[in-house]
């Protein structure tokens, strides 16, 4: 069955996960959704595949506008497939909504663990750590692949109550209004050597280099590539990211991120 998998990720682990379901199903195709908001794919496909992080509990607004405007045929089998640091809340819960204001049904949902990358919390987990996560991802995409070639239906983590009320509900409506104008804690310290990397990277080009320095523009997805991709570490945002391990899974590099 003709697939495509649209993805969306900053530092490589939900690119990770849509190449190796692709790879699984066979006759797929991998699309990043930056690009396919620019430019929509014309063909059609019988079987359509989300993958994307979490964020805030939720879906990246990109994510999520993409699916608001996306046009496909009713009868296609879609399937989900986010990456989170520990816990998705309701995340599929709002992809399957968001589809059915477009007359798709979300078929198949699952959420897949994998190293955290949000550094203004937290460090690069310790290459143990990210061993077993990736150990347990492959036991855990196998699981999910072996449902895709079944085309498994009414199959969707919705995550629990809670997840869904509280911390997809309450906190990701508030907090994601922030997202976009929250850049204005990144910067670029005296490490920066104007290499123009991070304005590459950007999935929104929300980076301008001015006077060979970096400038957020205010419509940030939060992705966290221009930080992790950084080759100087020179960008932190706010007063703790400075000593902080950077993230990005061992299998991306940053030309996977230049997609404009
Ligand atoms: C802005 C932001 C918010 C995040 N929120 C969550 C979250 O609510 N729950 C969670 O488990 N992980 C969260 N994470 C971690 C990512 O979901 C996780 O590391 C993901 O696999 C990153 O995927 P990528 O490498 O494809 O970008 C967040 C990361 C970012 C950048
Ligand atoms: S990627 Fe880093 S070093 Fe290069 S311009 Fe951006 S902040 Fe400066
Ligand atoms: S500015 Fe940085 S964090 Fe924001 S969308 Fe661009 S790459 Fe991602």
Redesign the pocket.
């Known amino acids: 069955m003709p697939t495509r998998i649209y993805y969306f990720s900053g530092t490589g682990n939900s690119l990770y996960v849509a190449r190796m379901l692709a790879k699984g199903l066979g006759e797929a195709e991998v699309v990043p959704i930056p690009q396919a908001i620019l430019q929509p794919p014309a063909a059609p496909a019988e079987r359509i595949g989300f993958v994307f992080p979490v964020y805030m509990w939720g879906m990246p607004l990109i994510v999520e506008r993409f699916c608001r405007g996306i046009q496909a045929d009713s009868s296609a089998y879609c399937f989900g497939v986010v990456t989170c640091g520990g816990s998705a809340g309701g995340t599929l819960a709002q992809l399957e909504q968001t589809l059915a204001s477009r007359n798709l049904t979300l078929a198949f949902g699952a959420v897949v663990q994998m190293p955290g990358n949000y550094t203004p919390l937290y460090g690069a987990p310790s290459e143990t750590t990210q061993r077993k996560l990736f150990n347990q991802a492959t036991l855990r995409l196998n699981a999910i692949l072996e449902d895709l070639h079944a085309s498994r239906r009414g199959q969707v983590d919705r995550g629990s109550w809670f997840g869904r009320t509280v911390m997809s509900g309450f906190v990701y409506r508030f907090g994601s209004r922030h997202l976009a104008a929250g850049d204005v804690k990144f910067f670029?310290d005296e490490?920066?050597?104007?290499?123009?990397?991070?304005?590459k990277v950007c999935p929104v080009g929300n980076i301008t280099?001015q006077n060979?320095?970096?400038a957020w523009q205010h419509r940030c997805e939060q992705c966290m590539a221009?930080l992790q991709?950084?080759?100087?570490e020179?960008?932190q945002f706010g007063p703790r990211t400075a000593g902080r391990r950077r993230y990005h899974h061992p299998e991306s590099n940053a030309g996977h991120f230049m997609l404009r």
């Open positions: 670029a490490r920066c050597n104007s290499c123009g990397l991070c304005a280099l060979g320095k970096p221009c991709w950084c080759p100087q020179a960008i």
